[in-house]
């Protein structure tokens, strides 16, 4: 089972513990039985954001950045505002319209997005990608590893506002 498990996680990180127990055919208290005790041994790691719990391989090579944003790409208009973003501000309907989502959509993705230094929000409420953050947007949109954390603008600029 946990072979399986992580095989799975491997393919697909930010797995949610109902995606696991899904794909193993199995019921969740069963997954989450396994996750957590893999956690324990070290096997996996996990990103709790919200209700709920994204796993990943250890060693999955995914920056906290990108870890942290990965689950939010089950959710379409996620994924269509972070296409639709770039290195001009822009307001949230804008936004919307580019990405094809409601600008209340937008709005939320957006927060995200600034929370985790991906984007960056002027006073006037324009939001654009942040400094180096095209990479970023990149590998969140592959779930790809990234071997920058601590060398990229964002991962710097993350860093600093948790120390300082």
Known sequence: MREAILRYLSASPG?????????LGTNASTADYHLRRMRKDGLVGAHEGGRVIAWYAAGCGLCPVVR??????????????????????????????????????????????VAVGVAVRSPSGKVRLAEGASLCARKTLGAEPCDLWGKCPVSRARTQRRDG
């Open 15 to 23: 797995a949610s513990t109902s995606m696991v127990a899904r794909h």
């Open 68 to 113: 942290s944003l990965v689950p939010a790409l089950r959710h379409p208009p996620f994924e269509a505002t972070l296409r639709a973003l770039g290195e001009v501000p822009a307001h949230a309907p804008w936004i919307a319209q580019q990405a094809g989502v409601d600008a209340a959509q937008a709005r939320w993705a957006t927060a995200k997005l």
